[in-house]
Every structure is written in structure tokens, then in C-alpha cells.
């Protein structure tokens, strides 16, 4: 019988360790870059657009890690500047596998690498900083 209660409790035990989390439903994760841009003396509002315009056709739309993506302006407040990119991926494997891709499809899009390097000094004069986040969707809290 003491034997018997020794296994029953060493089984309580090891139950309290058994992850609940593993056998929920996981969410996506989602990739926020928050760029706080200006737009210079030597800039527009339409070659910013442009900039953006041609780096989705060219990288995003075409890369099949990515689930979604949201270009989002702030306009209401007092810093207008913001940017804000939400990008959508199915794991966390596939945020590294979206980044991979991302660099071979920019040598793609852009083969000759002045060009390429032209495009993004074209980009940089319009960004003041930058930040970068990892998020986690919680589906049991998310309206669909």
C-alpha cells in the first residue's frame, strides 16, 4: 500500500509538470517595425510612396513566409512621422525563413548591386530611427 500511494503521488507530481500550454491552439506570430520618418529638403511625400510601393511589389508580395502584411500611417496626434509594418507568419521558424528570403528576392529584384545600394540610400534619407518587436497572436482573445 505505501508503495502503491509513493507511485499515485510521484504521478500527481509529475502531472503538475506536464505543460497545459503545448495542447492549446498557437497563434501566428507577427514581426512590428516602427520607422519614424522625415521627409527632407531633397524628398517627397510621392517618392517615399514610391519607395514603399516598389520594395512590397518586388520583396514582400513576393515572399511566401509571409501570411500578411499591413503598412499602417499614423495620423492622428502630434508626431506624424510614424510607420508602422505589421507582418504575419505562420511560426517562429518562419520569421528567420521570411528574413532569408527577403535577402535572396532584394538581390533578385535589384541584381546589379549599385543599384540596389541606390535604392536603399534612396530609402535611408527619410529615416530618422527604427525599432523592431516579436508578437505572439493569443486566437482564444482575437476576433475574427
Known amino acids: 500500500m505505501k508503495t502503491m500511494k509513493s507511485i499515485i503521488g510521484s504521478l500527481l507530481v509529475m502531472a503538475l509538470f506536464i505543460p497545459l500550454a503545448g495542447y492549446a491552439q498557437e497563434g501566428n506570430y507577427f514581426t512590428v517595425t516602427t520607422w519614424k520618418l522625415n521627409i527632407p529638403e ?3 511625400r ?8 516598389e520594395f512590397s511589389e518586388k520583396i514582400t508580395f513576393k515572399n511566401d513566409k509571409i501570411i500578411s502584411e499591413r503598412v499602417l500611417h499614423h495620423i492622428s496626434g502630434s508626431d506624424l512621422r510614424d510607420l508602422v509594418v505589421i507582418s504575419e507568419h505562420a511560426s517562429w521558424n518562419d520569421i528567420d525563413a521570411a528574413a ?3 535577402n535572396e528576392l532584394m538581390k533578385t529584384a535589384w541584381p546589379d548591386e549599385e ?3 541606390a535604392f536603399f540610400q534612396s530609402w535611408n534619407k527619410y529615416v530618422v530611427t527604427h525599432s523592431d518587436e516579436i508578437y505572439q497572436e493569443n486566437p482564444e482573445l482575437t476576433k475574427k
Not at 46 to 53: F, G, I, Q, V
Request: no cysteine; net charge neutral.
Open 115 to 117: 543599384e540596389r545600394k
Open 100 to 102: 532569408n528570403m527577403q
Open 46 to 53: 510621392a517618392e517615399l510612396n514610391d519607395l514603399l510601393k
Open 42 to 44: 531633397n524628398g517627397t
